[in-house]
Each structure stands twice: as C-alpha cells, then as structure tokens.
T-cell receptor, first 114, second 111 residues
Framework: AQSVSQHNHHVILSEAASLELGCNYS??????LFWYVQYPGQHLQLLLK??????LVKGIKGFEAEFIKSKFSFNLRKPSVQWSDTAEYFC????????????FGKGTRLHILP | DAGITQSPRYKITETGRQVTLMCHQT?????MFWYRQDLGHGLRLIYY???????DKGEVPDGYVVSRSKTENFPLTLESATRSQTSVYFC??????????FGEGSRLTVL
C-alpha cells in the first residue's frame, strides 16, 4: 500500500524566510501528487497538484513543488513566507490508474513569526 | 449554494451509542471520501466510494459503516461509538481534475 512521509512535523520561520517542506511517498508506479493547506479553523484546500509533465508545478499564493521521481519526493517550496502562511500543510498521493484512494501524510504545522 | 455540507458540525455522544455523520454534495461527483483527522496522525482514510452502491475500505475502516444509495449522499455511521473515535471527520468529493473538495468537518466527542 502506498504511504506518504512528511519529515517536518512542526516548522517555525520568520517572515520573509524561505520555506521547503519535505514529502516522500512509497509507491513505485505512476502517481498523482498533491499539497493541501489547512488554515486555522478551516477545512483543507488544494495548493497544487502534479499529474504529469513539467515536474516543477506552481500553485496558489506563490507556492511551488518539484517532483523528483528518482527520489520519490514532492517537496513544497516558497521563496518568502508571510505571516498569513501559518497553517498546516499536507502532502497526498494516489496511484494513477490503479485505485482511487488518496492517502495523506501526517501534516506539517507551519508557524510564521511576524 | 454548491458544495459539500456535513452535519452535525459538533456532536457529543456516549460510548456504545450509534452515531451517523451526514455528508451531502451538490456537484454530482462520482467519488466521495471520509477521513478522520487526529493530532499526530494527519488525515486517515476511513472509507471511500466510487459511485452509488460502490464503497471500499480505506486505511482505518474498523468500527465504521458507510452507504451510498444516492450519488449526492455519503453517510458515515459509527455503530457503537468508542472513545478512540473521538476525532474531527471530514467528508470530501473529487472533482474531474482530481482535486478533493472538503466539507467543513464534524467534530465528534465520545464520552
């Protein structure tokens, strides 16, 4: 079964710092990859997704992620974070053309200091 | 308004009671999902459904039952609630682009 690992459980940064959140998945076949964000007290919403094509994908609010197949990774990045980026971030994966389960990592809590 | 609605938003119950969490979507998406969110565990898939009358187990299905008699509804039932089922439950549907659309969540406390 596929699984998703997020290496950082809790990250604290100052405003304007650069961000990189790690995500690795276990499945060796073709995958679809997602990053979701959950702002305090809200439900999850999509930041970006990768299905195929350019491994560098851009999402909303200045976020981007790079798919590196050889490393089974899909790390999330942002060059300069803002206080409003304080939230919990989830990486998710599903096996393309195999089944429709979408499995999430345990999440990374990001706290931005003003 | 179009979207996913969950009810109740908050529920307190006692051990051994049956509880049903409702989920309704207005998009007619084929796929629907139930997740539970717990500190330290992230989101874990309980059950999912590919269409009406088609359901399948996720990562943590024990103690839960689902049904999908109509495309728009996907209720989750805890037949005999336990304290370990205290959690926030999210229902989601999947759009044509693969994106999941989540409801606002149902916070369940089992005493």
């Amino acid at each position: 079964a596929q699984s998703v690992s997020q290496h950082n459980h809790h990250v604290i940064l100052s405003e304007a710092a650069s961000l990189e959140l790690g995500c690795n998945y276990s499945y060796g076949g073709t995958v679809n990859l997602f990053w979701y964000v959950q702002y305090p007290g809200q439900h999850l919403q999509l930041l970006l997704k990768y299905f195929s094509g350019d491994p560098l994908v851009k999402g909303i609010k200045g976020f981007e992620a790079e798919f590196i197949k050889s490393k089974f990774s899909f790390n999330l990045r942002k060059p300069s974070v803002q206080w409003s980026d304080t939230a919990e971030y989830f990486c998710a994966v599903n096996r393309a053309w195999r089944d429709d389960k979408i499995i999430f990592g345990k999440g990374t809590r990001l706290h931005i200091l003003p | 308004d179009a979207g996913i609605t969950q009810s109740p938003r908050y529920k307190i119950t006692e051990t051994g009671r049956q509880v049903t969490l409702m989920c309704h979507q207005t998009w007619s998406h084929s796929y629907m999902f139930w997740y539970r969110q717990d500190l330290g565990h992230g989101l874990r898939l309980i059950y999912y459904s590919a269409a009406a009358d088609i359901t399948d187990k996720g990562e943590v299905p024990d103690g839960y039952v689902v049904s999908r008699s109509k495309t728009e509804n996907f209720p989750l039932t805890l037949e005999s609630a336990t304290r370990s089922q205290t959690s926030v439950y999210f229902c989601a549907s999947r759009g044509d682009t693969g994106e999941l659309f989540f409801g606002e969540g149902s916070r369940l406390t089992v005493l």
